[in-house]
C-alpha cells in the first residue's frame, strides 16, 4: 500500500443493531491488518516518520529514506500480494458491521494498489521526475517539517538521511532514464520547470538551504552539542549537489525530443494507465466520458448561480469569469505582495478558523482533539507546487496538522478566495476528517491511516458547502460566497479539463484556455494547475465526484429520516468510519439503516 493509498470520540447515535461478527474471524482479520500494517512501516521509513512512529523498536527508521529501486518495487508488490492472500483467507461471510467495511475497504485498497504497480510499467505514476514529483520535492520539505530533532540520536539520524538523499535522487535518475527508454517521458513544459527548480535547490549556498539550516537551527534549539551545520554542508555541497546536478543532465538531456502533448494518451498503453488513473482518483468504475459531461454541466449551473449573485453585488459586465477576473484585481481584494503583507494574510486565516471552530457542535457529536496551524508553502517549493495543502498530525499528538497555502504571489490569493481554501483544507475539511479518523481508536491501526482520494478530497469539498449554507458562512459576506462558487467552479472544471487531455486529446493551452475563461484566474495559477494534472493524471476528479456522493448519501438521510434526520448522526458515521472506496461508504449508510 503506497503511502498515497495509506495515509475522544461521542458515541454514535443509536441505529438498528448489527449482528457480531464470528469471533474467530473477526480476530484472523484484524491480525492480517496487524501484520500488513507493520510490514508496511518497515517497508516505508518516511512513513513510519510521517507518522510519529520512529520509536523504540521502530527507531532504527528515522535514519532511512524509502529507495526507489526496481528491487524496492519487488518488495512492494510481494508485500501486496501477502496482504491480499491473508485478508482473503478470512471467510467475509462470517463478517458483520465494522469488520465487514474494514475488510472490503483495506482489500480494495491492496487490490487496488497492486493493479497500479501492474499498469504503471514505469517507477512513476506516470513519470518518474517532474515539476510537482520526486524527491528533489518531497525530501527536503520532509526534513525539516517531519524528522523531529530532540536530541544527539536525532540530529545523526538526520545526517544519515541527508546521505540518502543523493543516493535516493541517483535511484531516481536512472529510473528516469529507464523511462525515457520506454518513450515514458514528461511533457517539455513540465521538465522545463523541474530543471528550473532542481538548478535552485542545486545553486544555493550551503547556509542558506533548508536541507542544512533546518539540522542547525533546531539542533542548536534543542541545545544539542556539535557542529551540525558544518557536517550537514559537507553533504549538501558533495554528493546531494552532484546528485542533483546528475538529475538536471538527465533531464536536460530529454528536453530536445520532448513533446508539448499533454495527456497520457500518448504514452505505451496510454489508454489503461487512464482508465486507472480515474479509478484510483475516484473510487468507482466511472468512464471518462461521464465524468466529462458531468463537468459540462455543473459548469453550466455554477455560471448560471454566479451570474445570479454577482448582479446582487452590482457586477454585471461580462462573463462571470471576466467578472471575478477584475474582482481578483481590485486592490482591496489583494493583500500586500510583502513579507507583512503574508503575515497578516497568514493571521487572518488562523483567525478564521477560530471563528468556525465556535459553531462546529452544532454540526458534528464528535470533534478532533488535534490542532492545526496555517503556514505558508516553502519558497524553494512554491513555483510548482499547488495553492493549497494539508499535512495531518502525527498520531501521537506531537505534531499538530498543518495547512499549508502557496504565496509566491499574493495576486494570486485575493482575499474572497481565502475562507473557502481554509475550509477545504483545516476545519471542517481535511484537518476536521483526518484527525477524527486518526483518534478513531476502535479503527485497526491500518484504517486509522488510510486515505481514499475521492472520499477525502469529497469530504472536504462537501465542508466547503457545509461552511456556506449550514454554517451560513458568507451571510454577510457576498464576495466571499463568490469565492466559494469560484472554488466549486475550480473542481467542475477539473472534471472538463483532466478528461480533456488524459482521453479526448485536448491540448495543455486547450485546457488552461477552457479553464481560465469559466475562472478568471491569473494565468500562472491556471497554469500551474493545468500543468498539475498533466502529470497527476485522475487525481483532481475525485474532489467533485467525492463531493456528489456525500451529497447524495446526505440527501437520502435526509429523505428517509424526515423530522428526525440528524445532521450530527449523519457526518458522525461517515467521518468515525475512516476514509473508504465510495462504494463502500454508501454501503455503510446503508447497514446503518440511515438510507
Keep these: 500500500m503506497g503511502a498515497g493509498a495509506l495515509m475522544a470520540s461521542t458515541a454514535l447515535p443509536a441505529v438498528a443493531a448489527t449482528p457480531a461478527s464470528d469471533a474467530g474471524e473477526a480476530k484472523k482479520l484484524n491480525a492480517a491488518f496487524d501484520a500488513t500494517f507493520q510490514e508496511f512501516l518497515k517497508l516505508s521509513p518516511t512513513y513510519c516518520t510521517y507518522l ?337 495543502y494539508y499535512y495531518p498530525p502525527s498520531l501521537d499528538g506531537s505534531r499538530p496538522g498543518a495547512y499549508y497555502i502557496n504565496l509566491r504571489d499574493t495576486a494570486e490569493v485575493p482575499s474572497w478566495t481565502l475562507p473557502t481554501l481554509t475550509y477545504h483544507e483545516a476545519i471542517p475539511g481535511h484537518h476536521m476528517q483526518i484527525s477524527i479518523q486518526q483518534e478513531a481508536k476502535d479503527l485497526p491501526m491500518l484504517r486509522q491511516v488510510a486515505g481514499f482520494n475521492a472520499y477525502v478530497e469529497g469530504w472536504a469539498l462537501y465542508a466547503e458547502e457545509v461552511a456556506a449554507k449550514d454554517m451560513k458562512m458568507y451571510a454577510k459576506d457576498p464576495a466571499g460566497y463568490i469565492g466559494y462558487l469560484h472554488d466549486a467552479m475550480f473542481r467542475a472544471c477539473r472534471l472538463v479539463v483532466d478528461t480533456g487531455m488524459h482521453a479526448k486529446r485536448w491540448s495543455r493551452e486547450k485546457a488552461l484556455t477552457f479553464m481560465a475563461t469559466q475562472m478568471g484566474d491569473e494565468e500562472s495559477s491556471t497554469a500551474t494547475e493545468i500543468e498539475r494534472y498533466c502529470v497527476w493524471p485522475g487525481q483532481a476528479l475525485g474532489y467533485m465526484v467525492g463531493k456528489i456522493k456525500w451529497l447524495d448519501l446526505r440527501q437520502k438521510a435526509q429523505a428517509k429520516g424526515g423530522a428526525k434526520f440528524d445532521i450530527k448522526a449523519f457526518h458522525d458515521t461517515g467521518l468515525t468510519a475512516g476514509a473508504m472506496p465510495l462504494a463502500v461508504l454508501e454501503q455503510l449508510y446503508r447497514d446503518k439503516g440511515m438510507i
Design 52 to 388: 510519529g512512529l520512529d520509536k523504540g523498536e521502530l527507531a532504527g527508521q528515522k535514519s532511512k529514506l524509502d529507495h526507489v529501486t526496481r528491487a524496492d518495487r519487488e518488495k512492494a508488490i510481494a508485500y501486496l500480494k501477502r496482504g491480499i492472500a491473508a485478508i482473503e483467507a478470512v471467510d467475509r461471510s462470517k463478517l458483520q458491521g465494522m469488520d465487514r467495511v474494514n475488510y472490503d475497504t483495506v482489500l480494495w485498497d491492496l487490490k487496488n494498489s497492486l493493479q497500479g504497480q501492474n499498469t504503471y510499467k514505469t517507477m512513476g505514476a506516470p513519470y518518474t521526475v517532474t515539476q510537482l514529483s520526486g524527491n528533489y520535492q518531497q525530501t527536503p520539505d520532509f526534513l525539516d517539517t517531519m524528522h523531529s530533532i530532540a536530541n544527539r540520536a536525532d540530529a545523526d539520524a538526520y545526517l544519515s538521511r541527508l546521505a540518502e538523499y543523493a543516493v535516493v535522487l541517483n535511484e531516481e535518475t536512472a529510473n528516469f532514464k529507464a523511462d525515457a527508454g520506454m518513450q515514458v517521458v514528461p511533457p517539455d513544459f513540465a521538465l522545463q520547470k523541474a530543471i528550473a527548480q532542481l538548478k535552485g535547490q542545486r545553486d544555493l549556498k550551503a547556509s542558506e538551504s533548508v536541507l542544512v539550516a533546518s539540522l542547525a537551527r533546531r539542533a542548536k534549539e534543542a541545545k544539542v552539542e556539535g557542529d551540525w551545520e558544518a557536517q550537514a554542508t559537507k553533504l549538501f555541497e558533495g554528493p546531494v549537489r552532484a546528485a542533483l546536478d546528475a538529475q538536471i543532465q538527465a533531464l536536460e538531456a530529454q528536453l530536445p525530443t520532448a513533446t508539448h502533448e499533454a495527456g497520457v494518451w500518448r504514452l505505451p498503453d496510454g489508454e489503461a494507465i487512464y482508465a486507472y488513473a480515474v479509478k484510483n482518483g475516484t473510487s468507482t468504475d466511472m468512464t471518462a466520458d461521464e465524468i466529462h459531461n458531468i463537468g459540462l454541466e455543473k459548469v453550466k449551473e455554477l455560471n448560471a448561480e454566479l451570474d445570479r449573485v454577482m448582479k446582487t453585488m452590482g457586477l454585471t459586465q461580462g462573463t462571470p469569469g471576466e467578472r471575478m477576473k477584475a474582482m481578483a484585481k481590485d486592490p482591496k481584494y489583494v493583500y500586500p505582495n510583502t513579507d507583512a503583507g503574508k503575515d497578516k494574510l497568514l493571521a487572518d486565516l488562523n483567525a478564521q478558523i477560530g471563528v468556525v471552530y465556535a459553531q462546529l457542535n452544532d454540526y458534528f457529536g464528535v470533534l478532533p482533539k488535534s490542532k492545526v496551524d496555517v503556514r505558508r508553502v516553502p519558497v524553494a517549493t512554491e513555483l510548482g507546487a499547488p495553492g493549497g
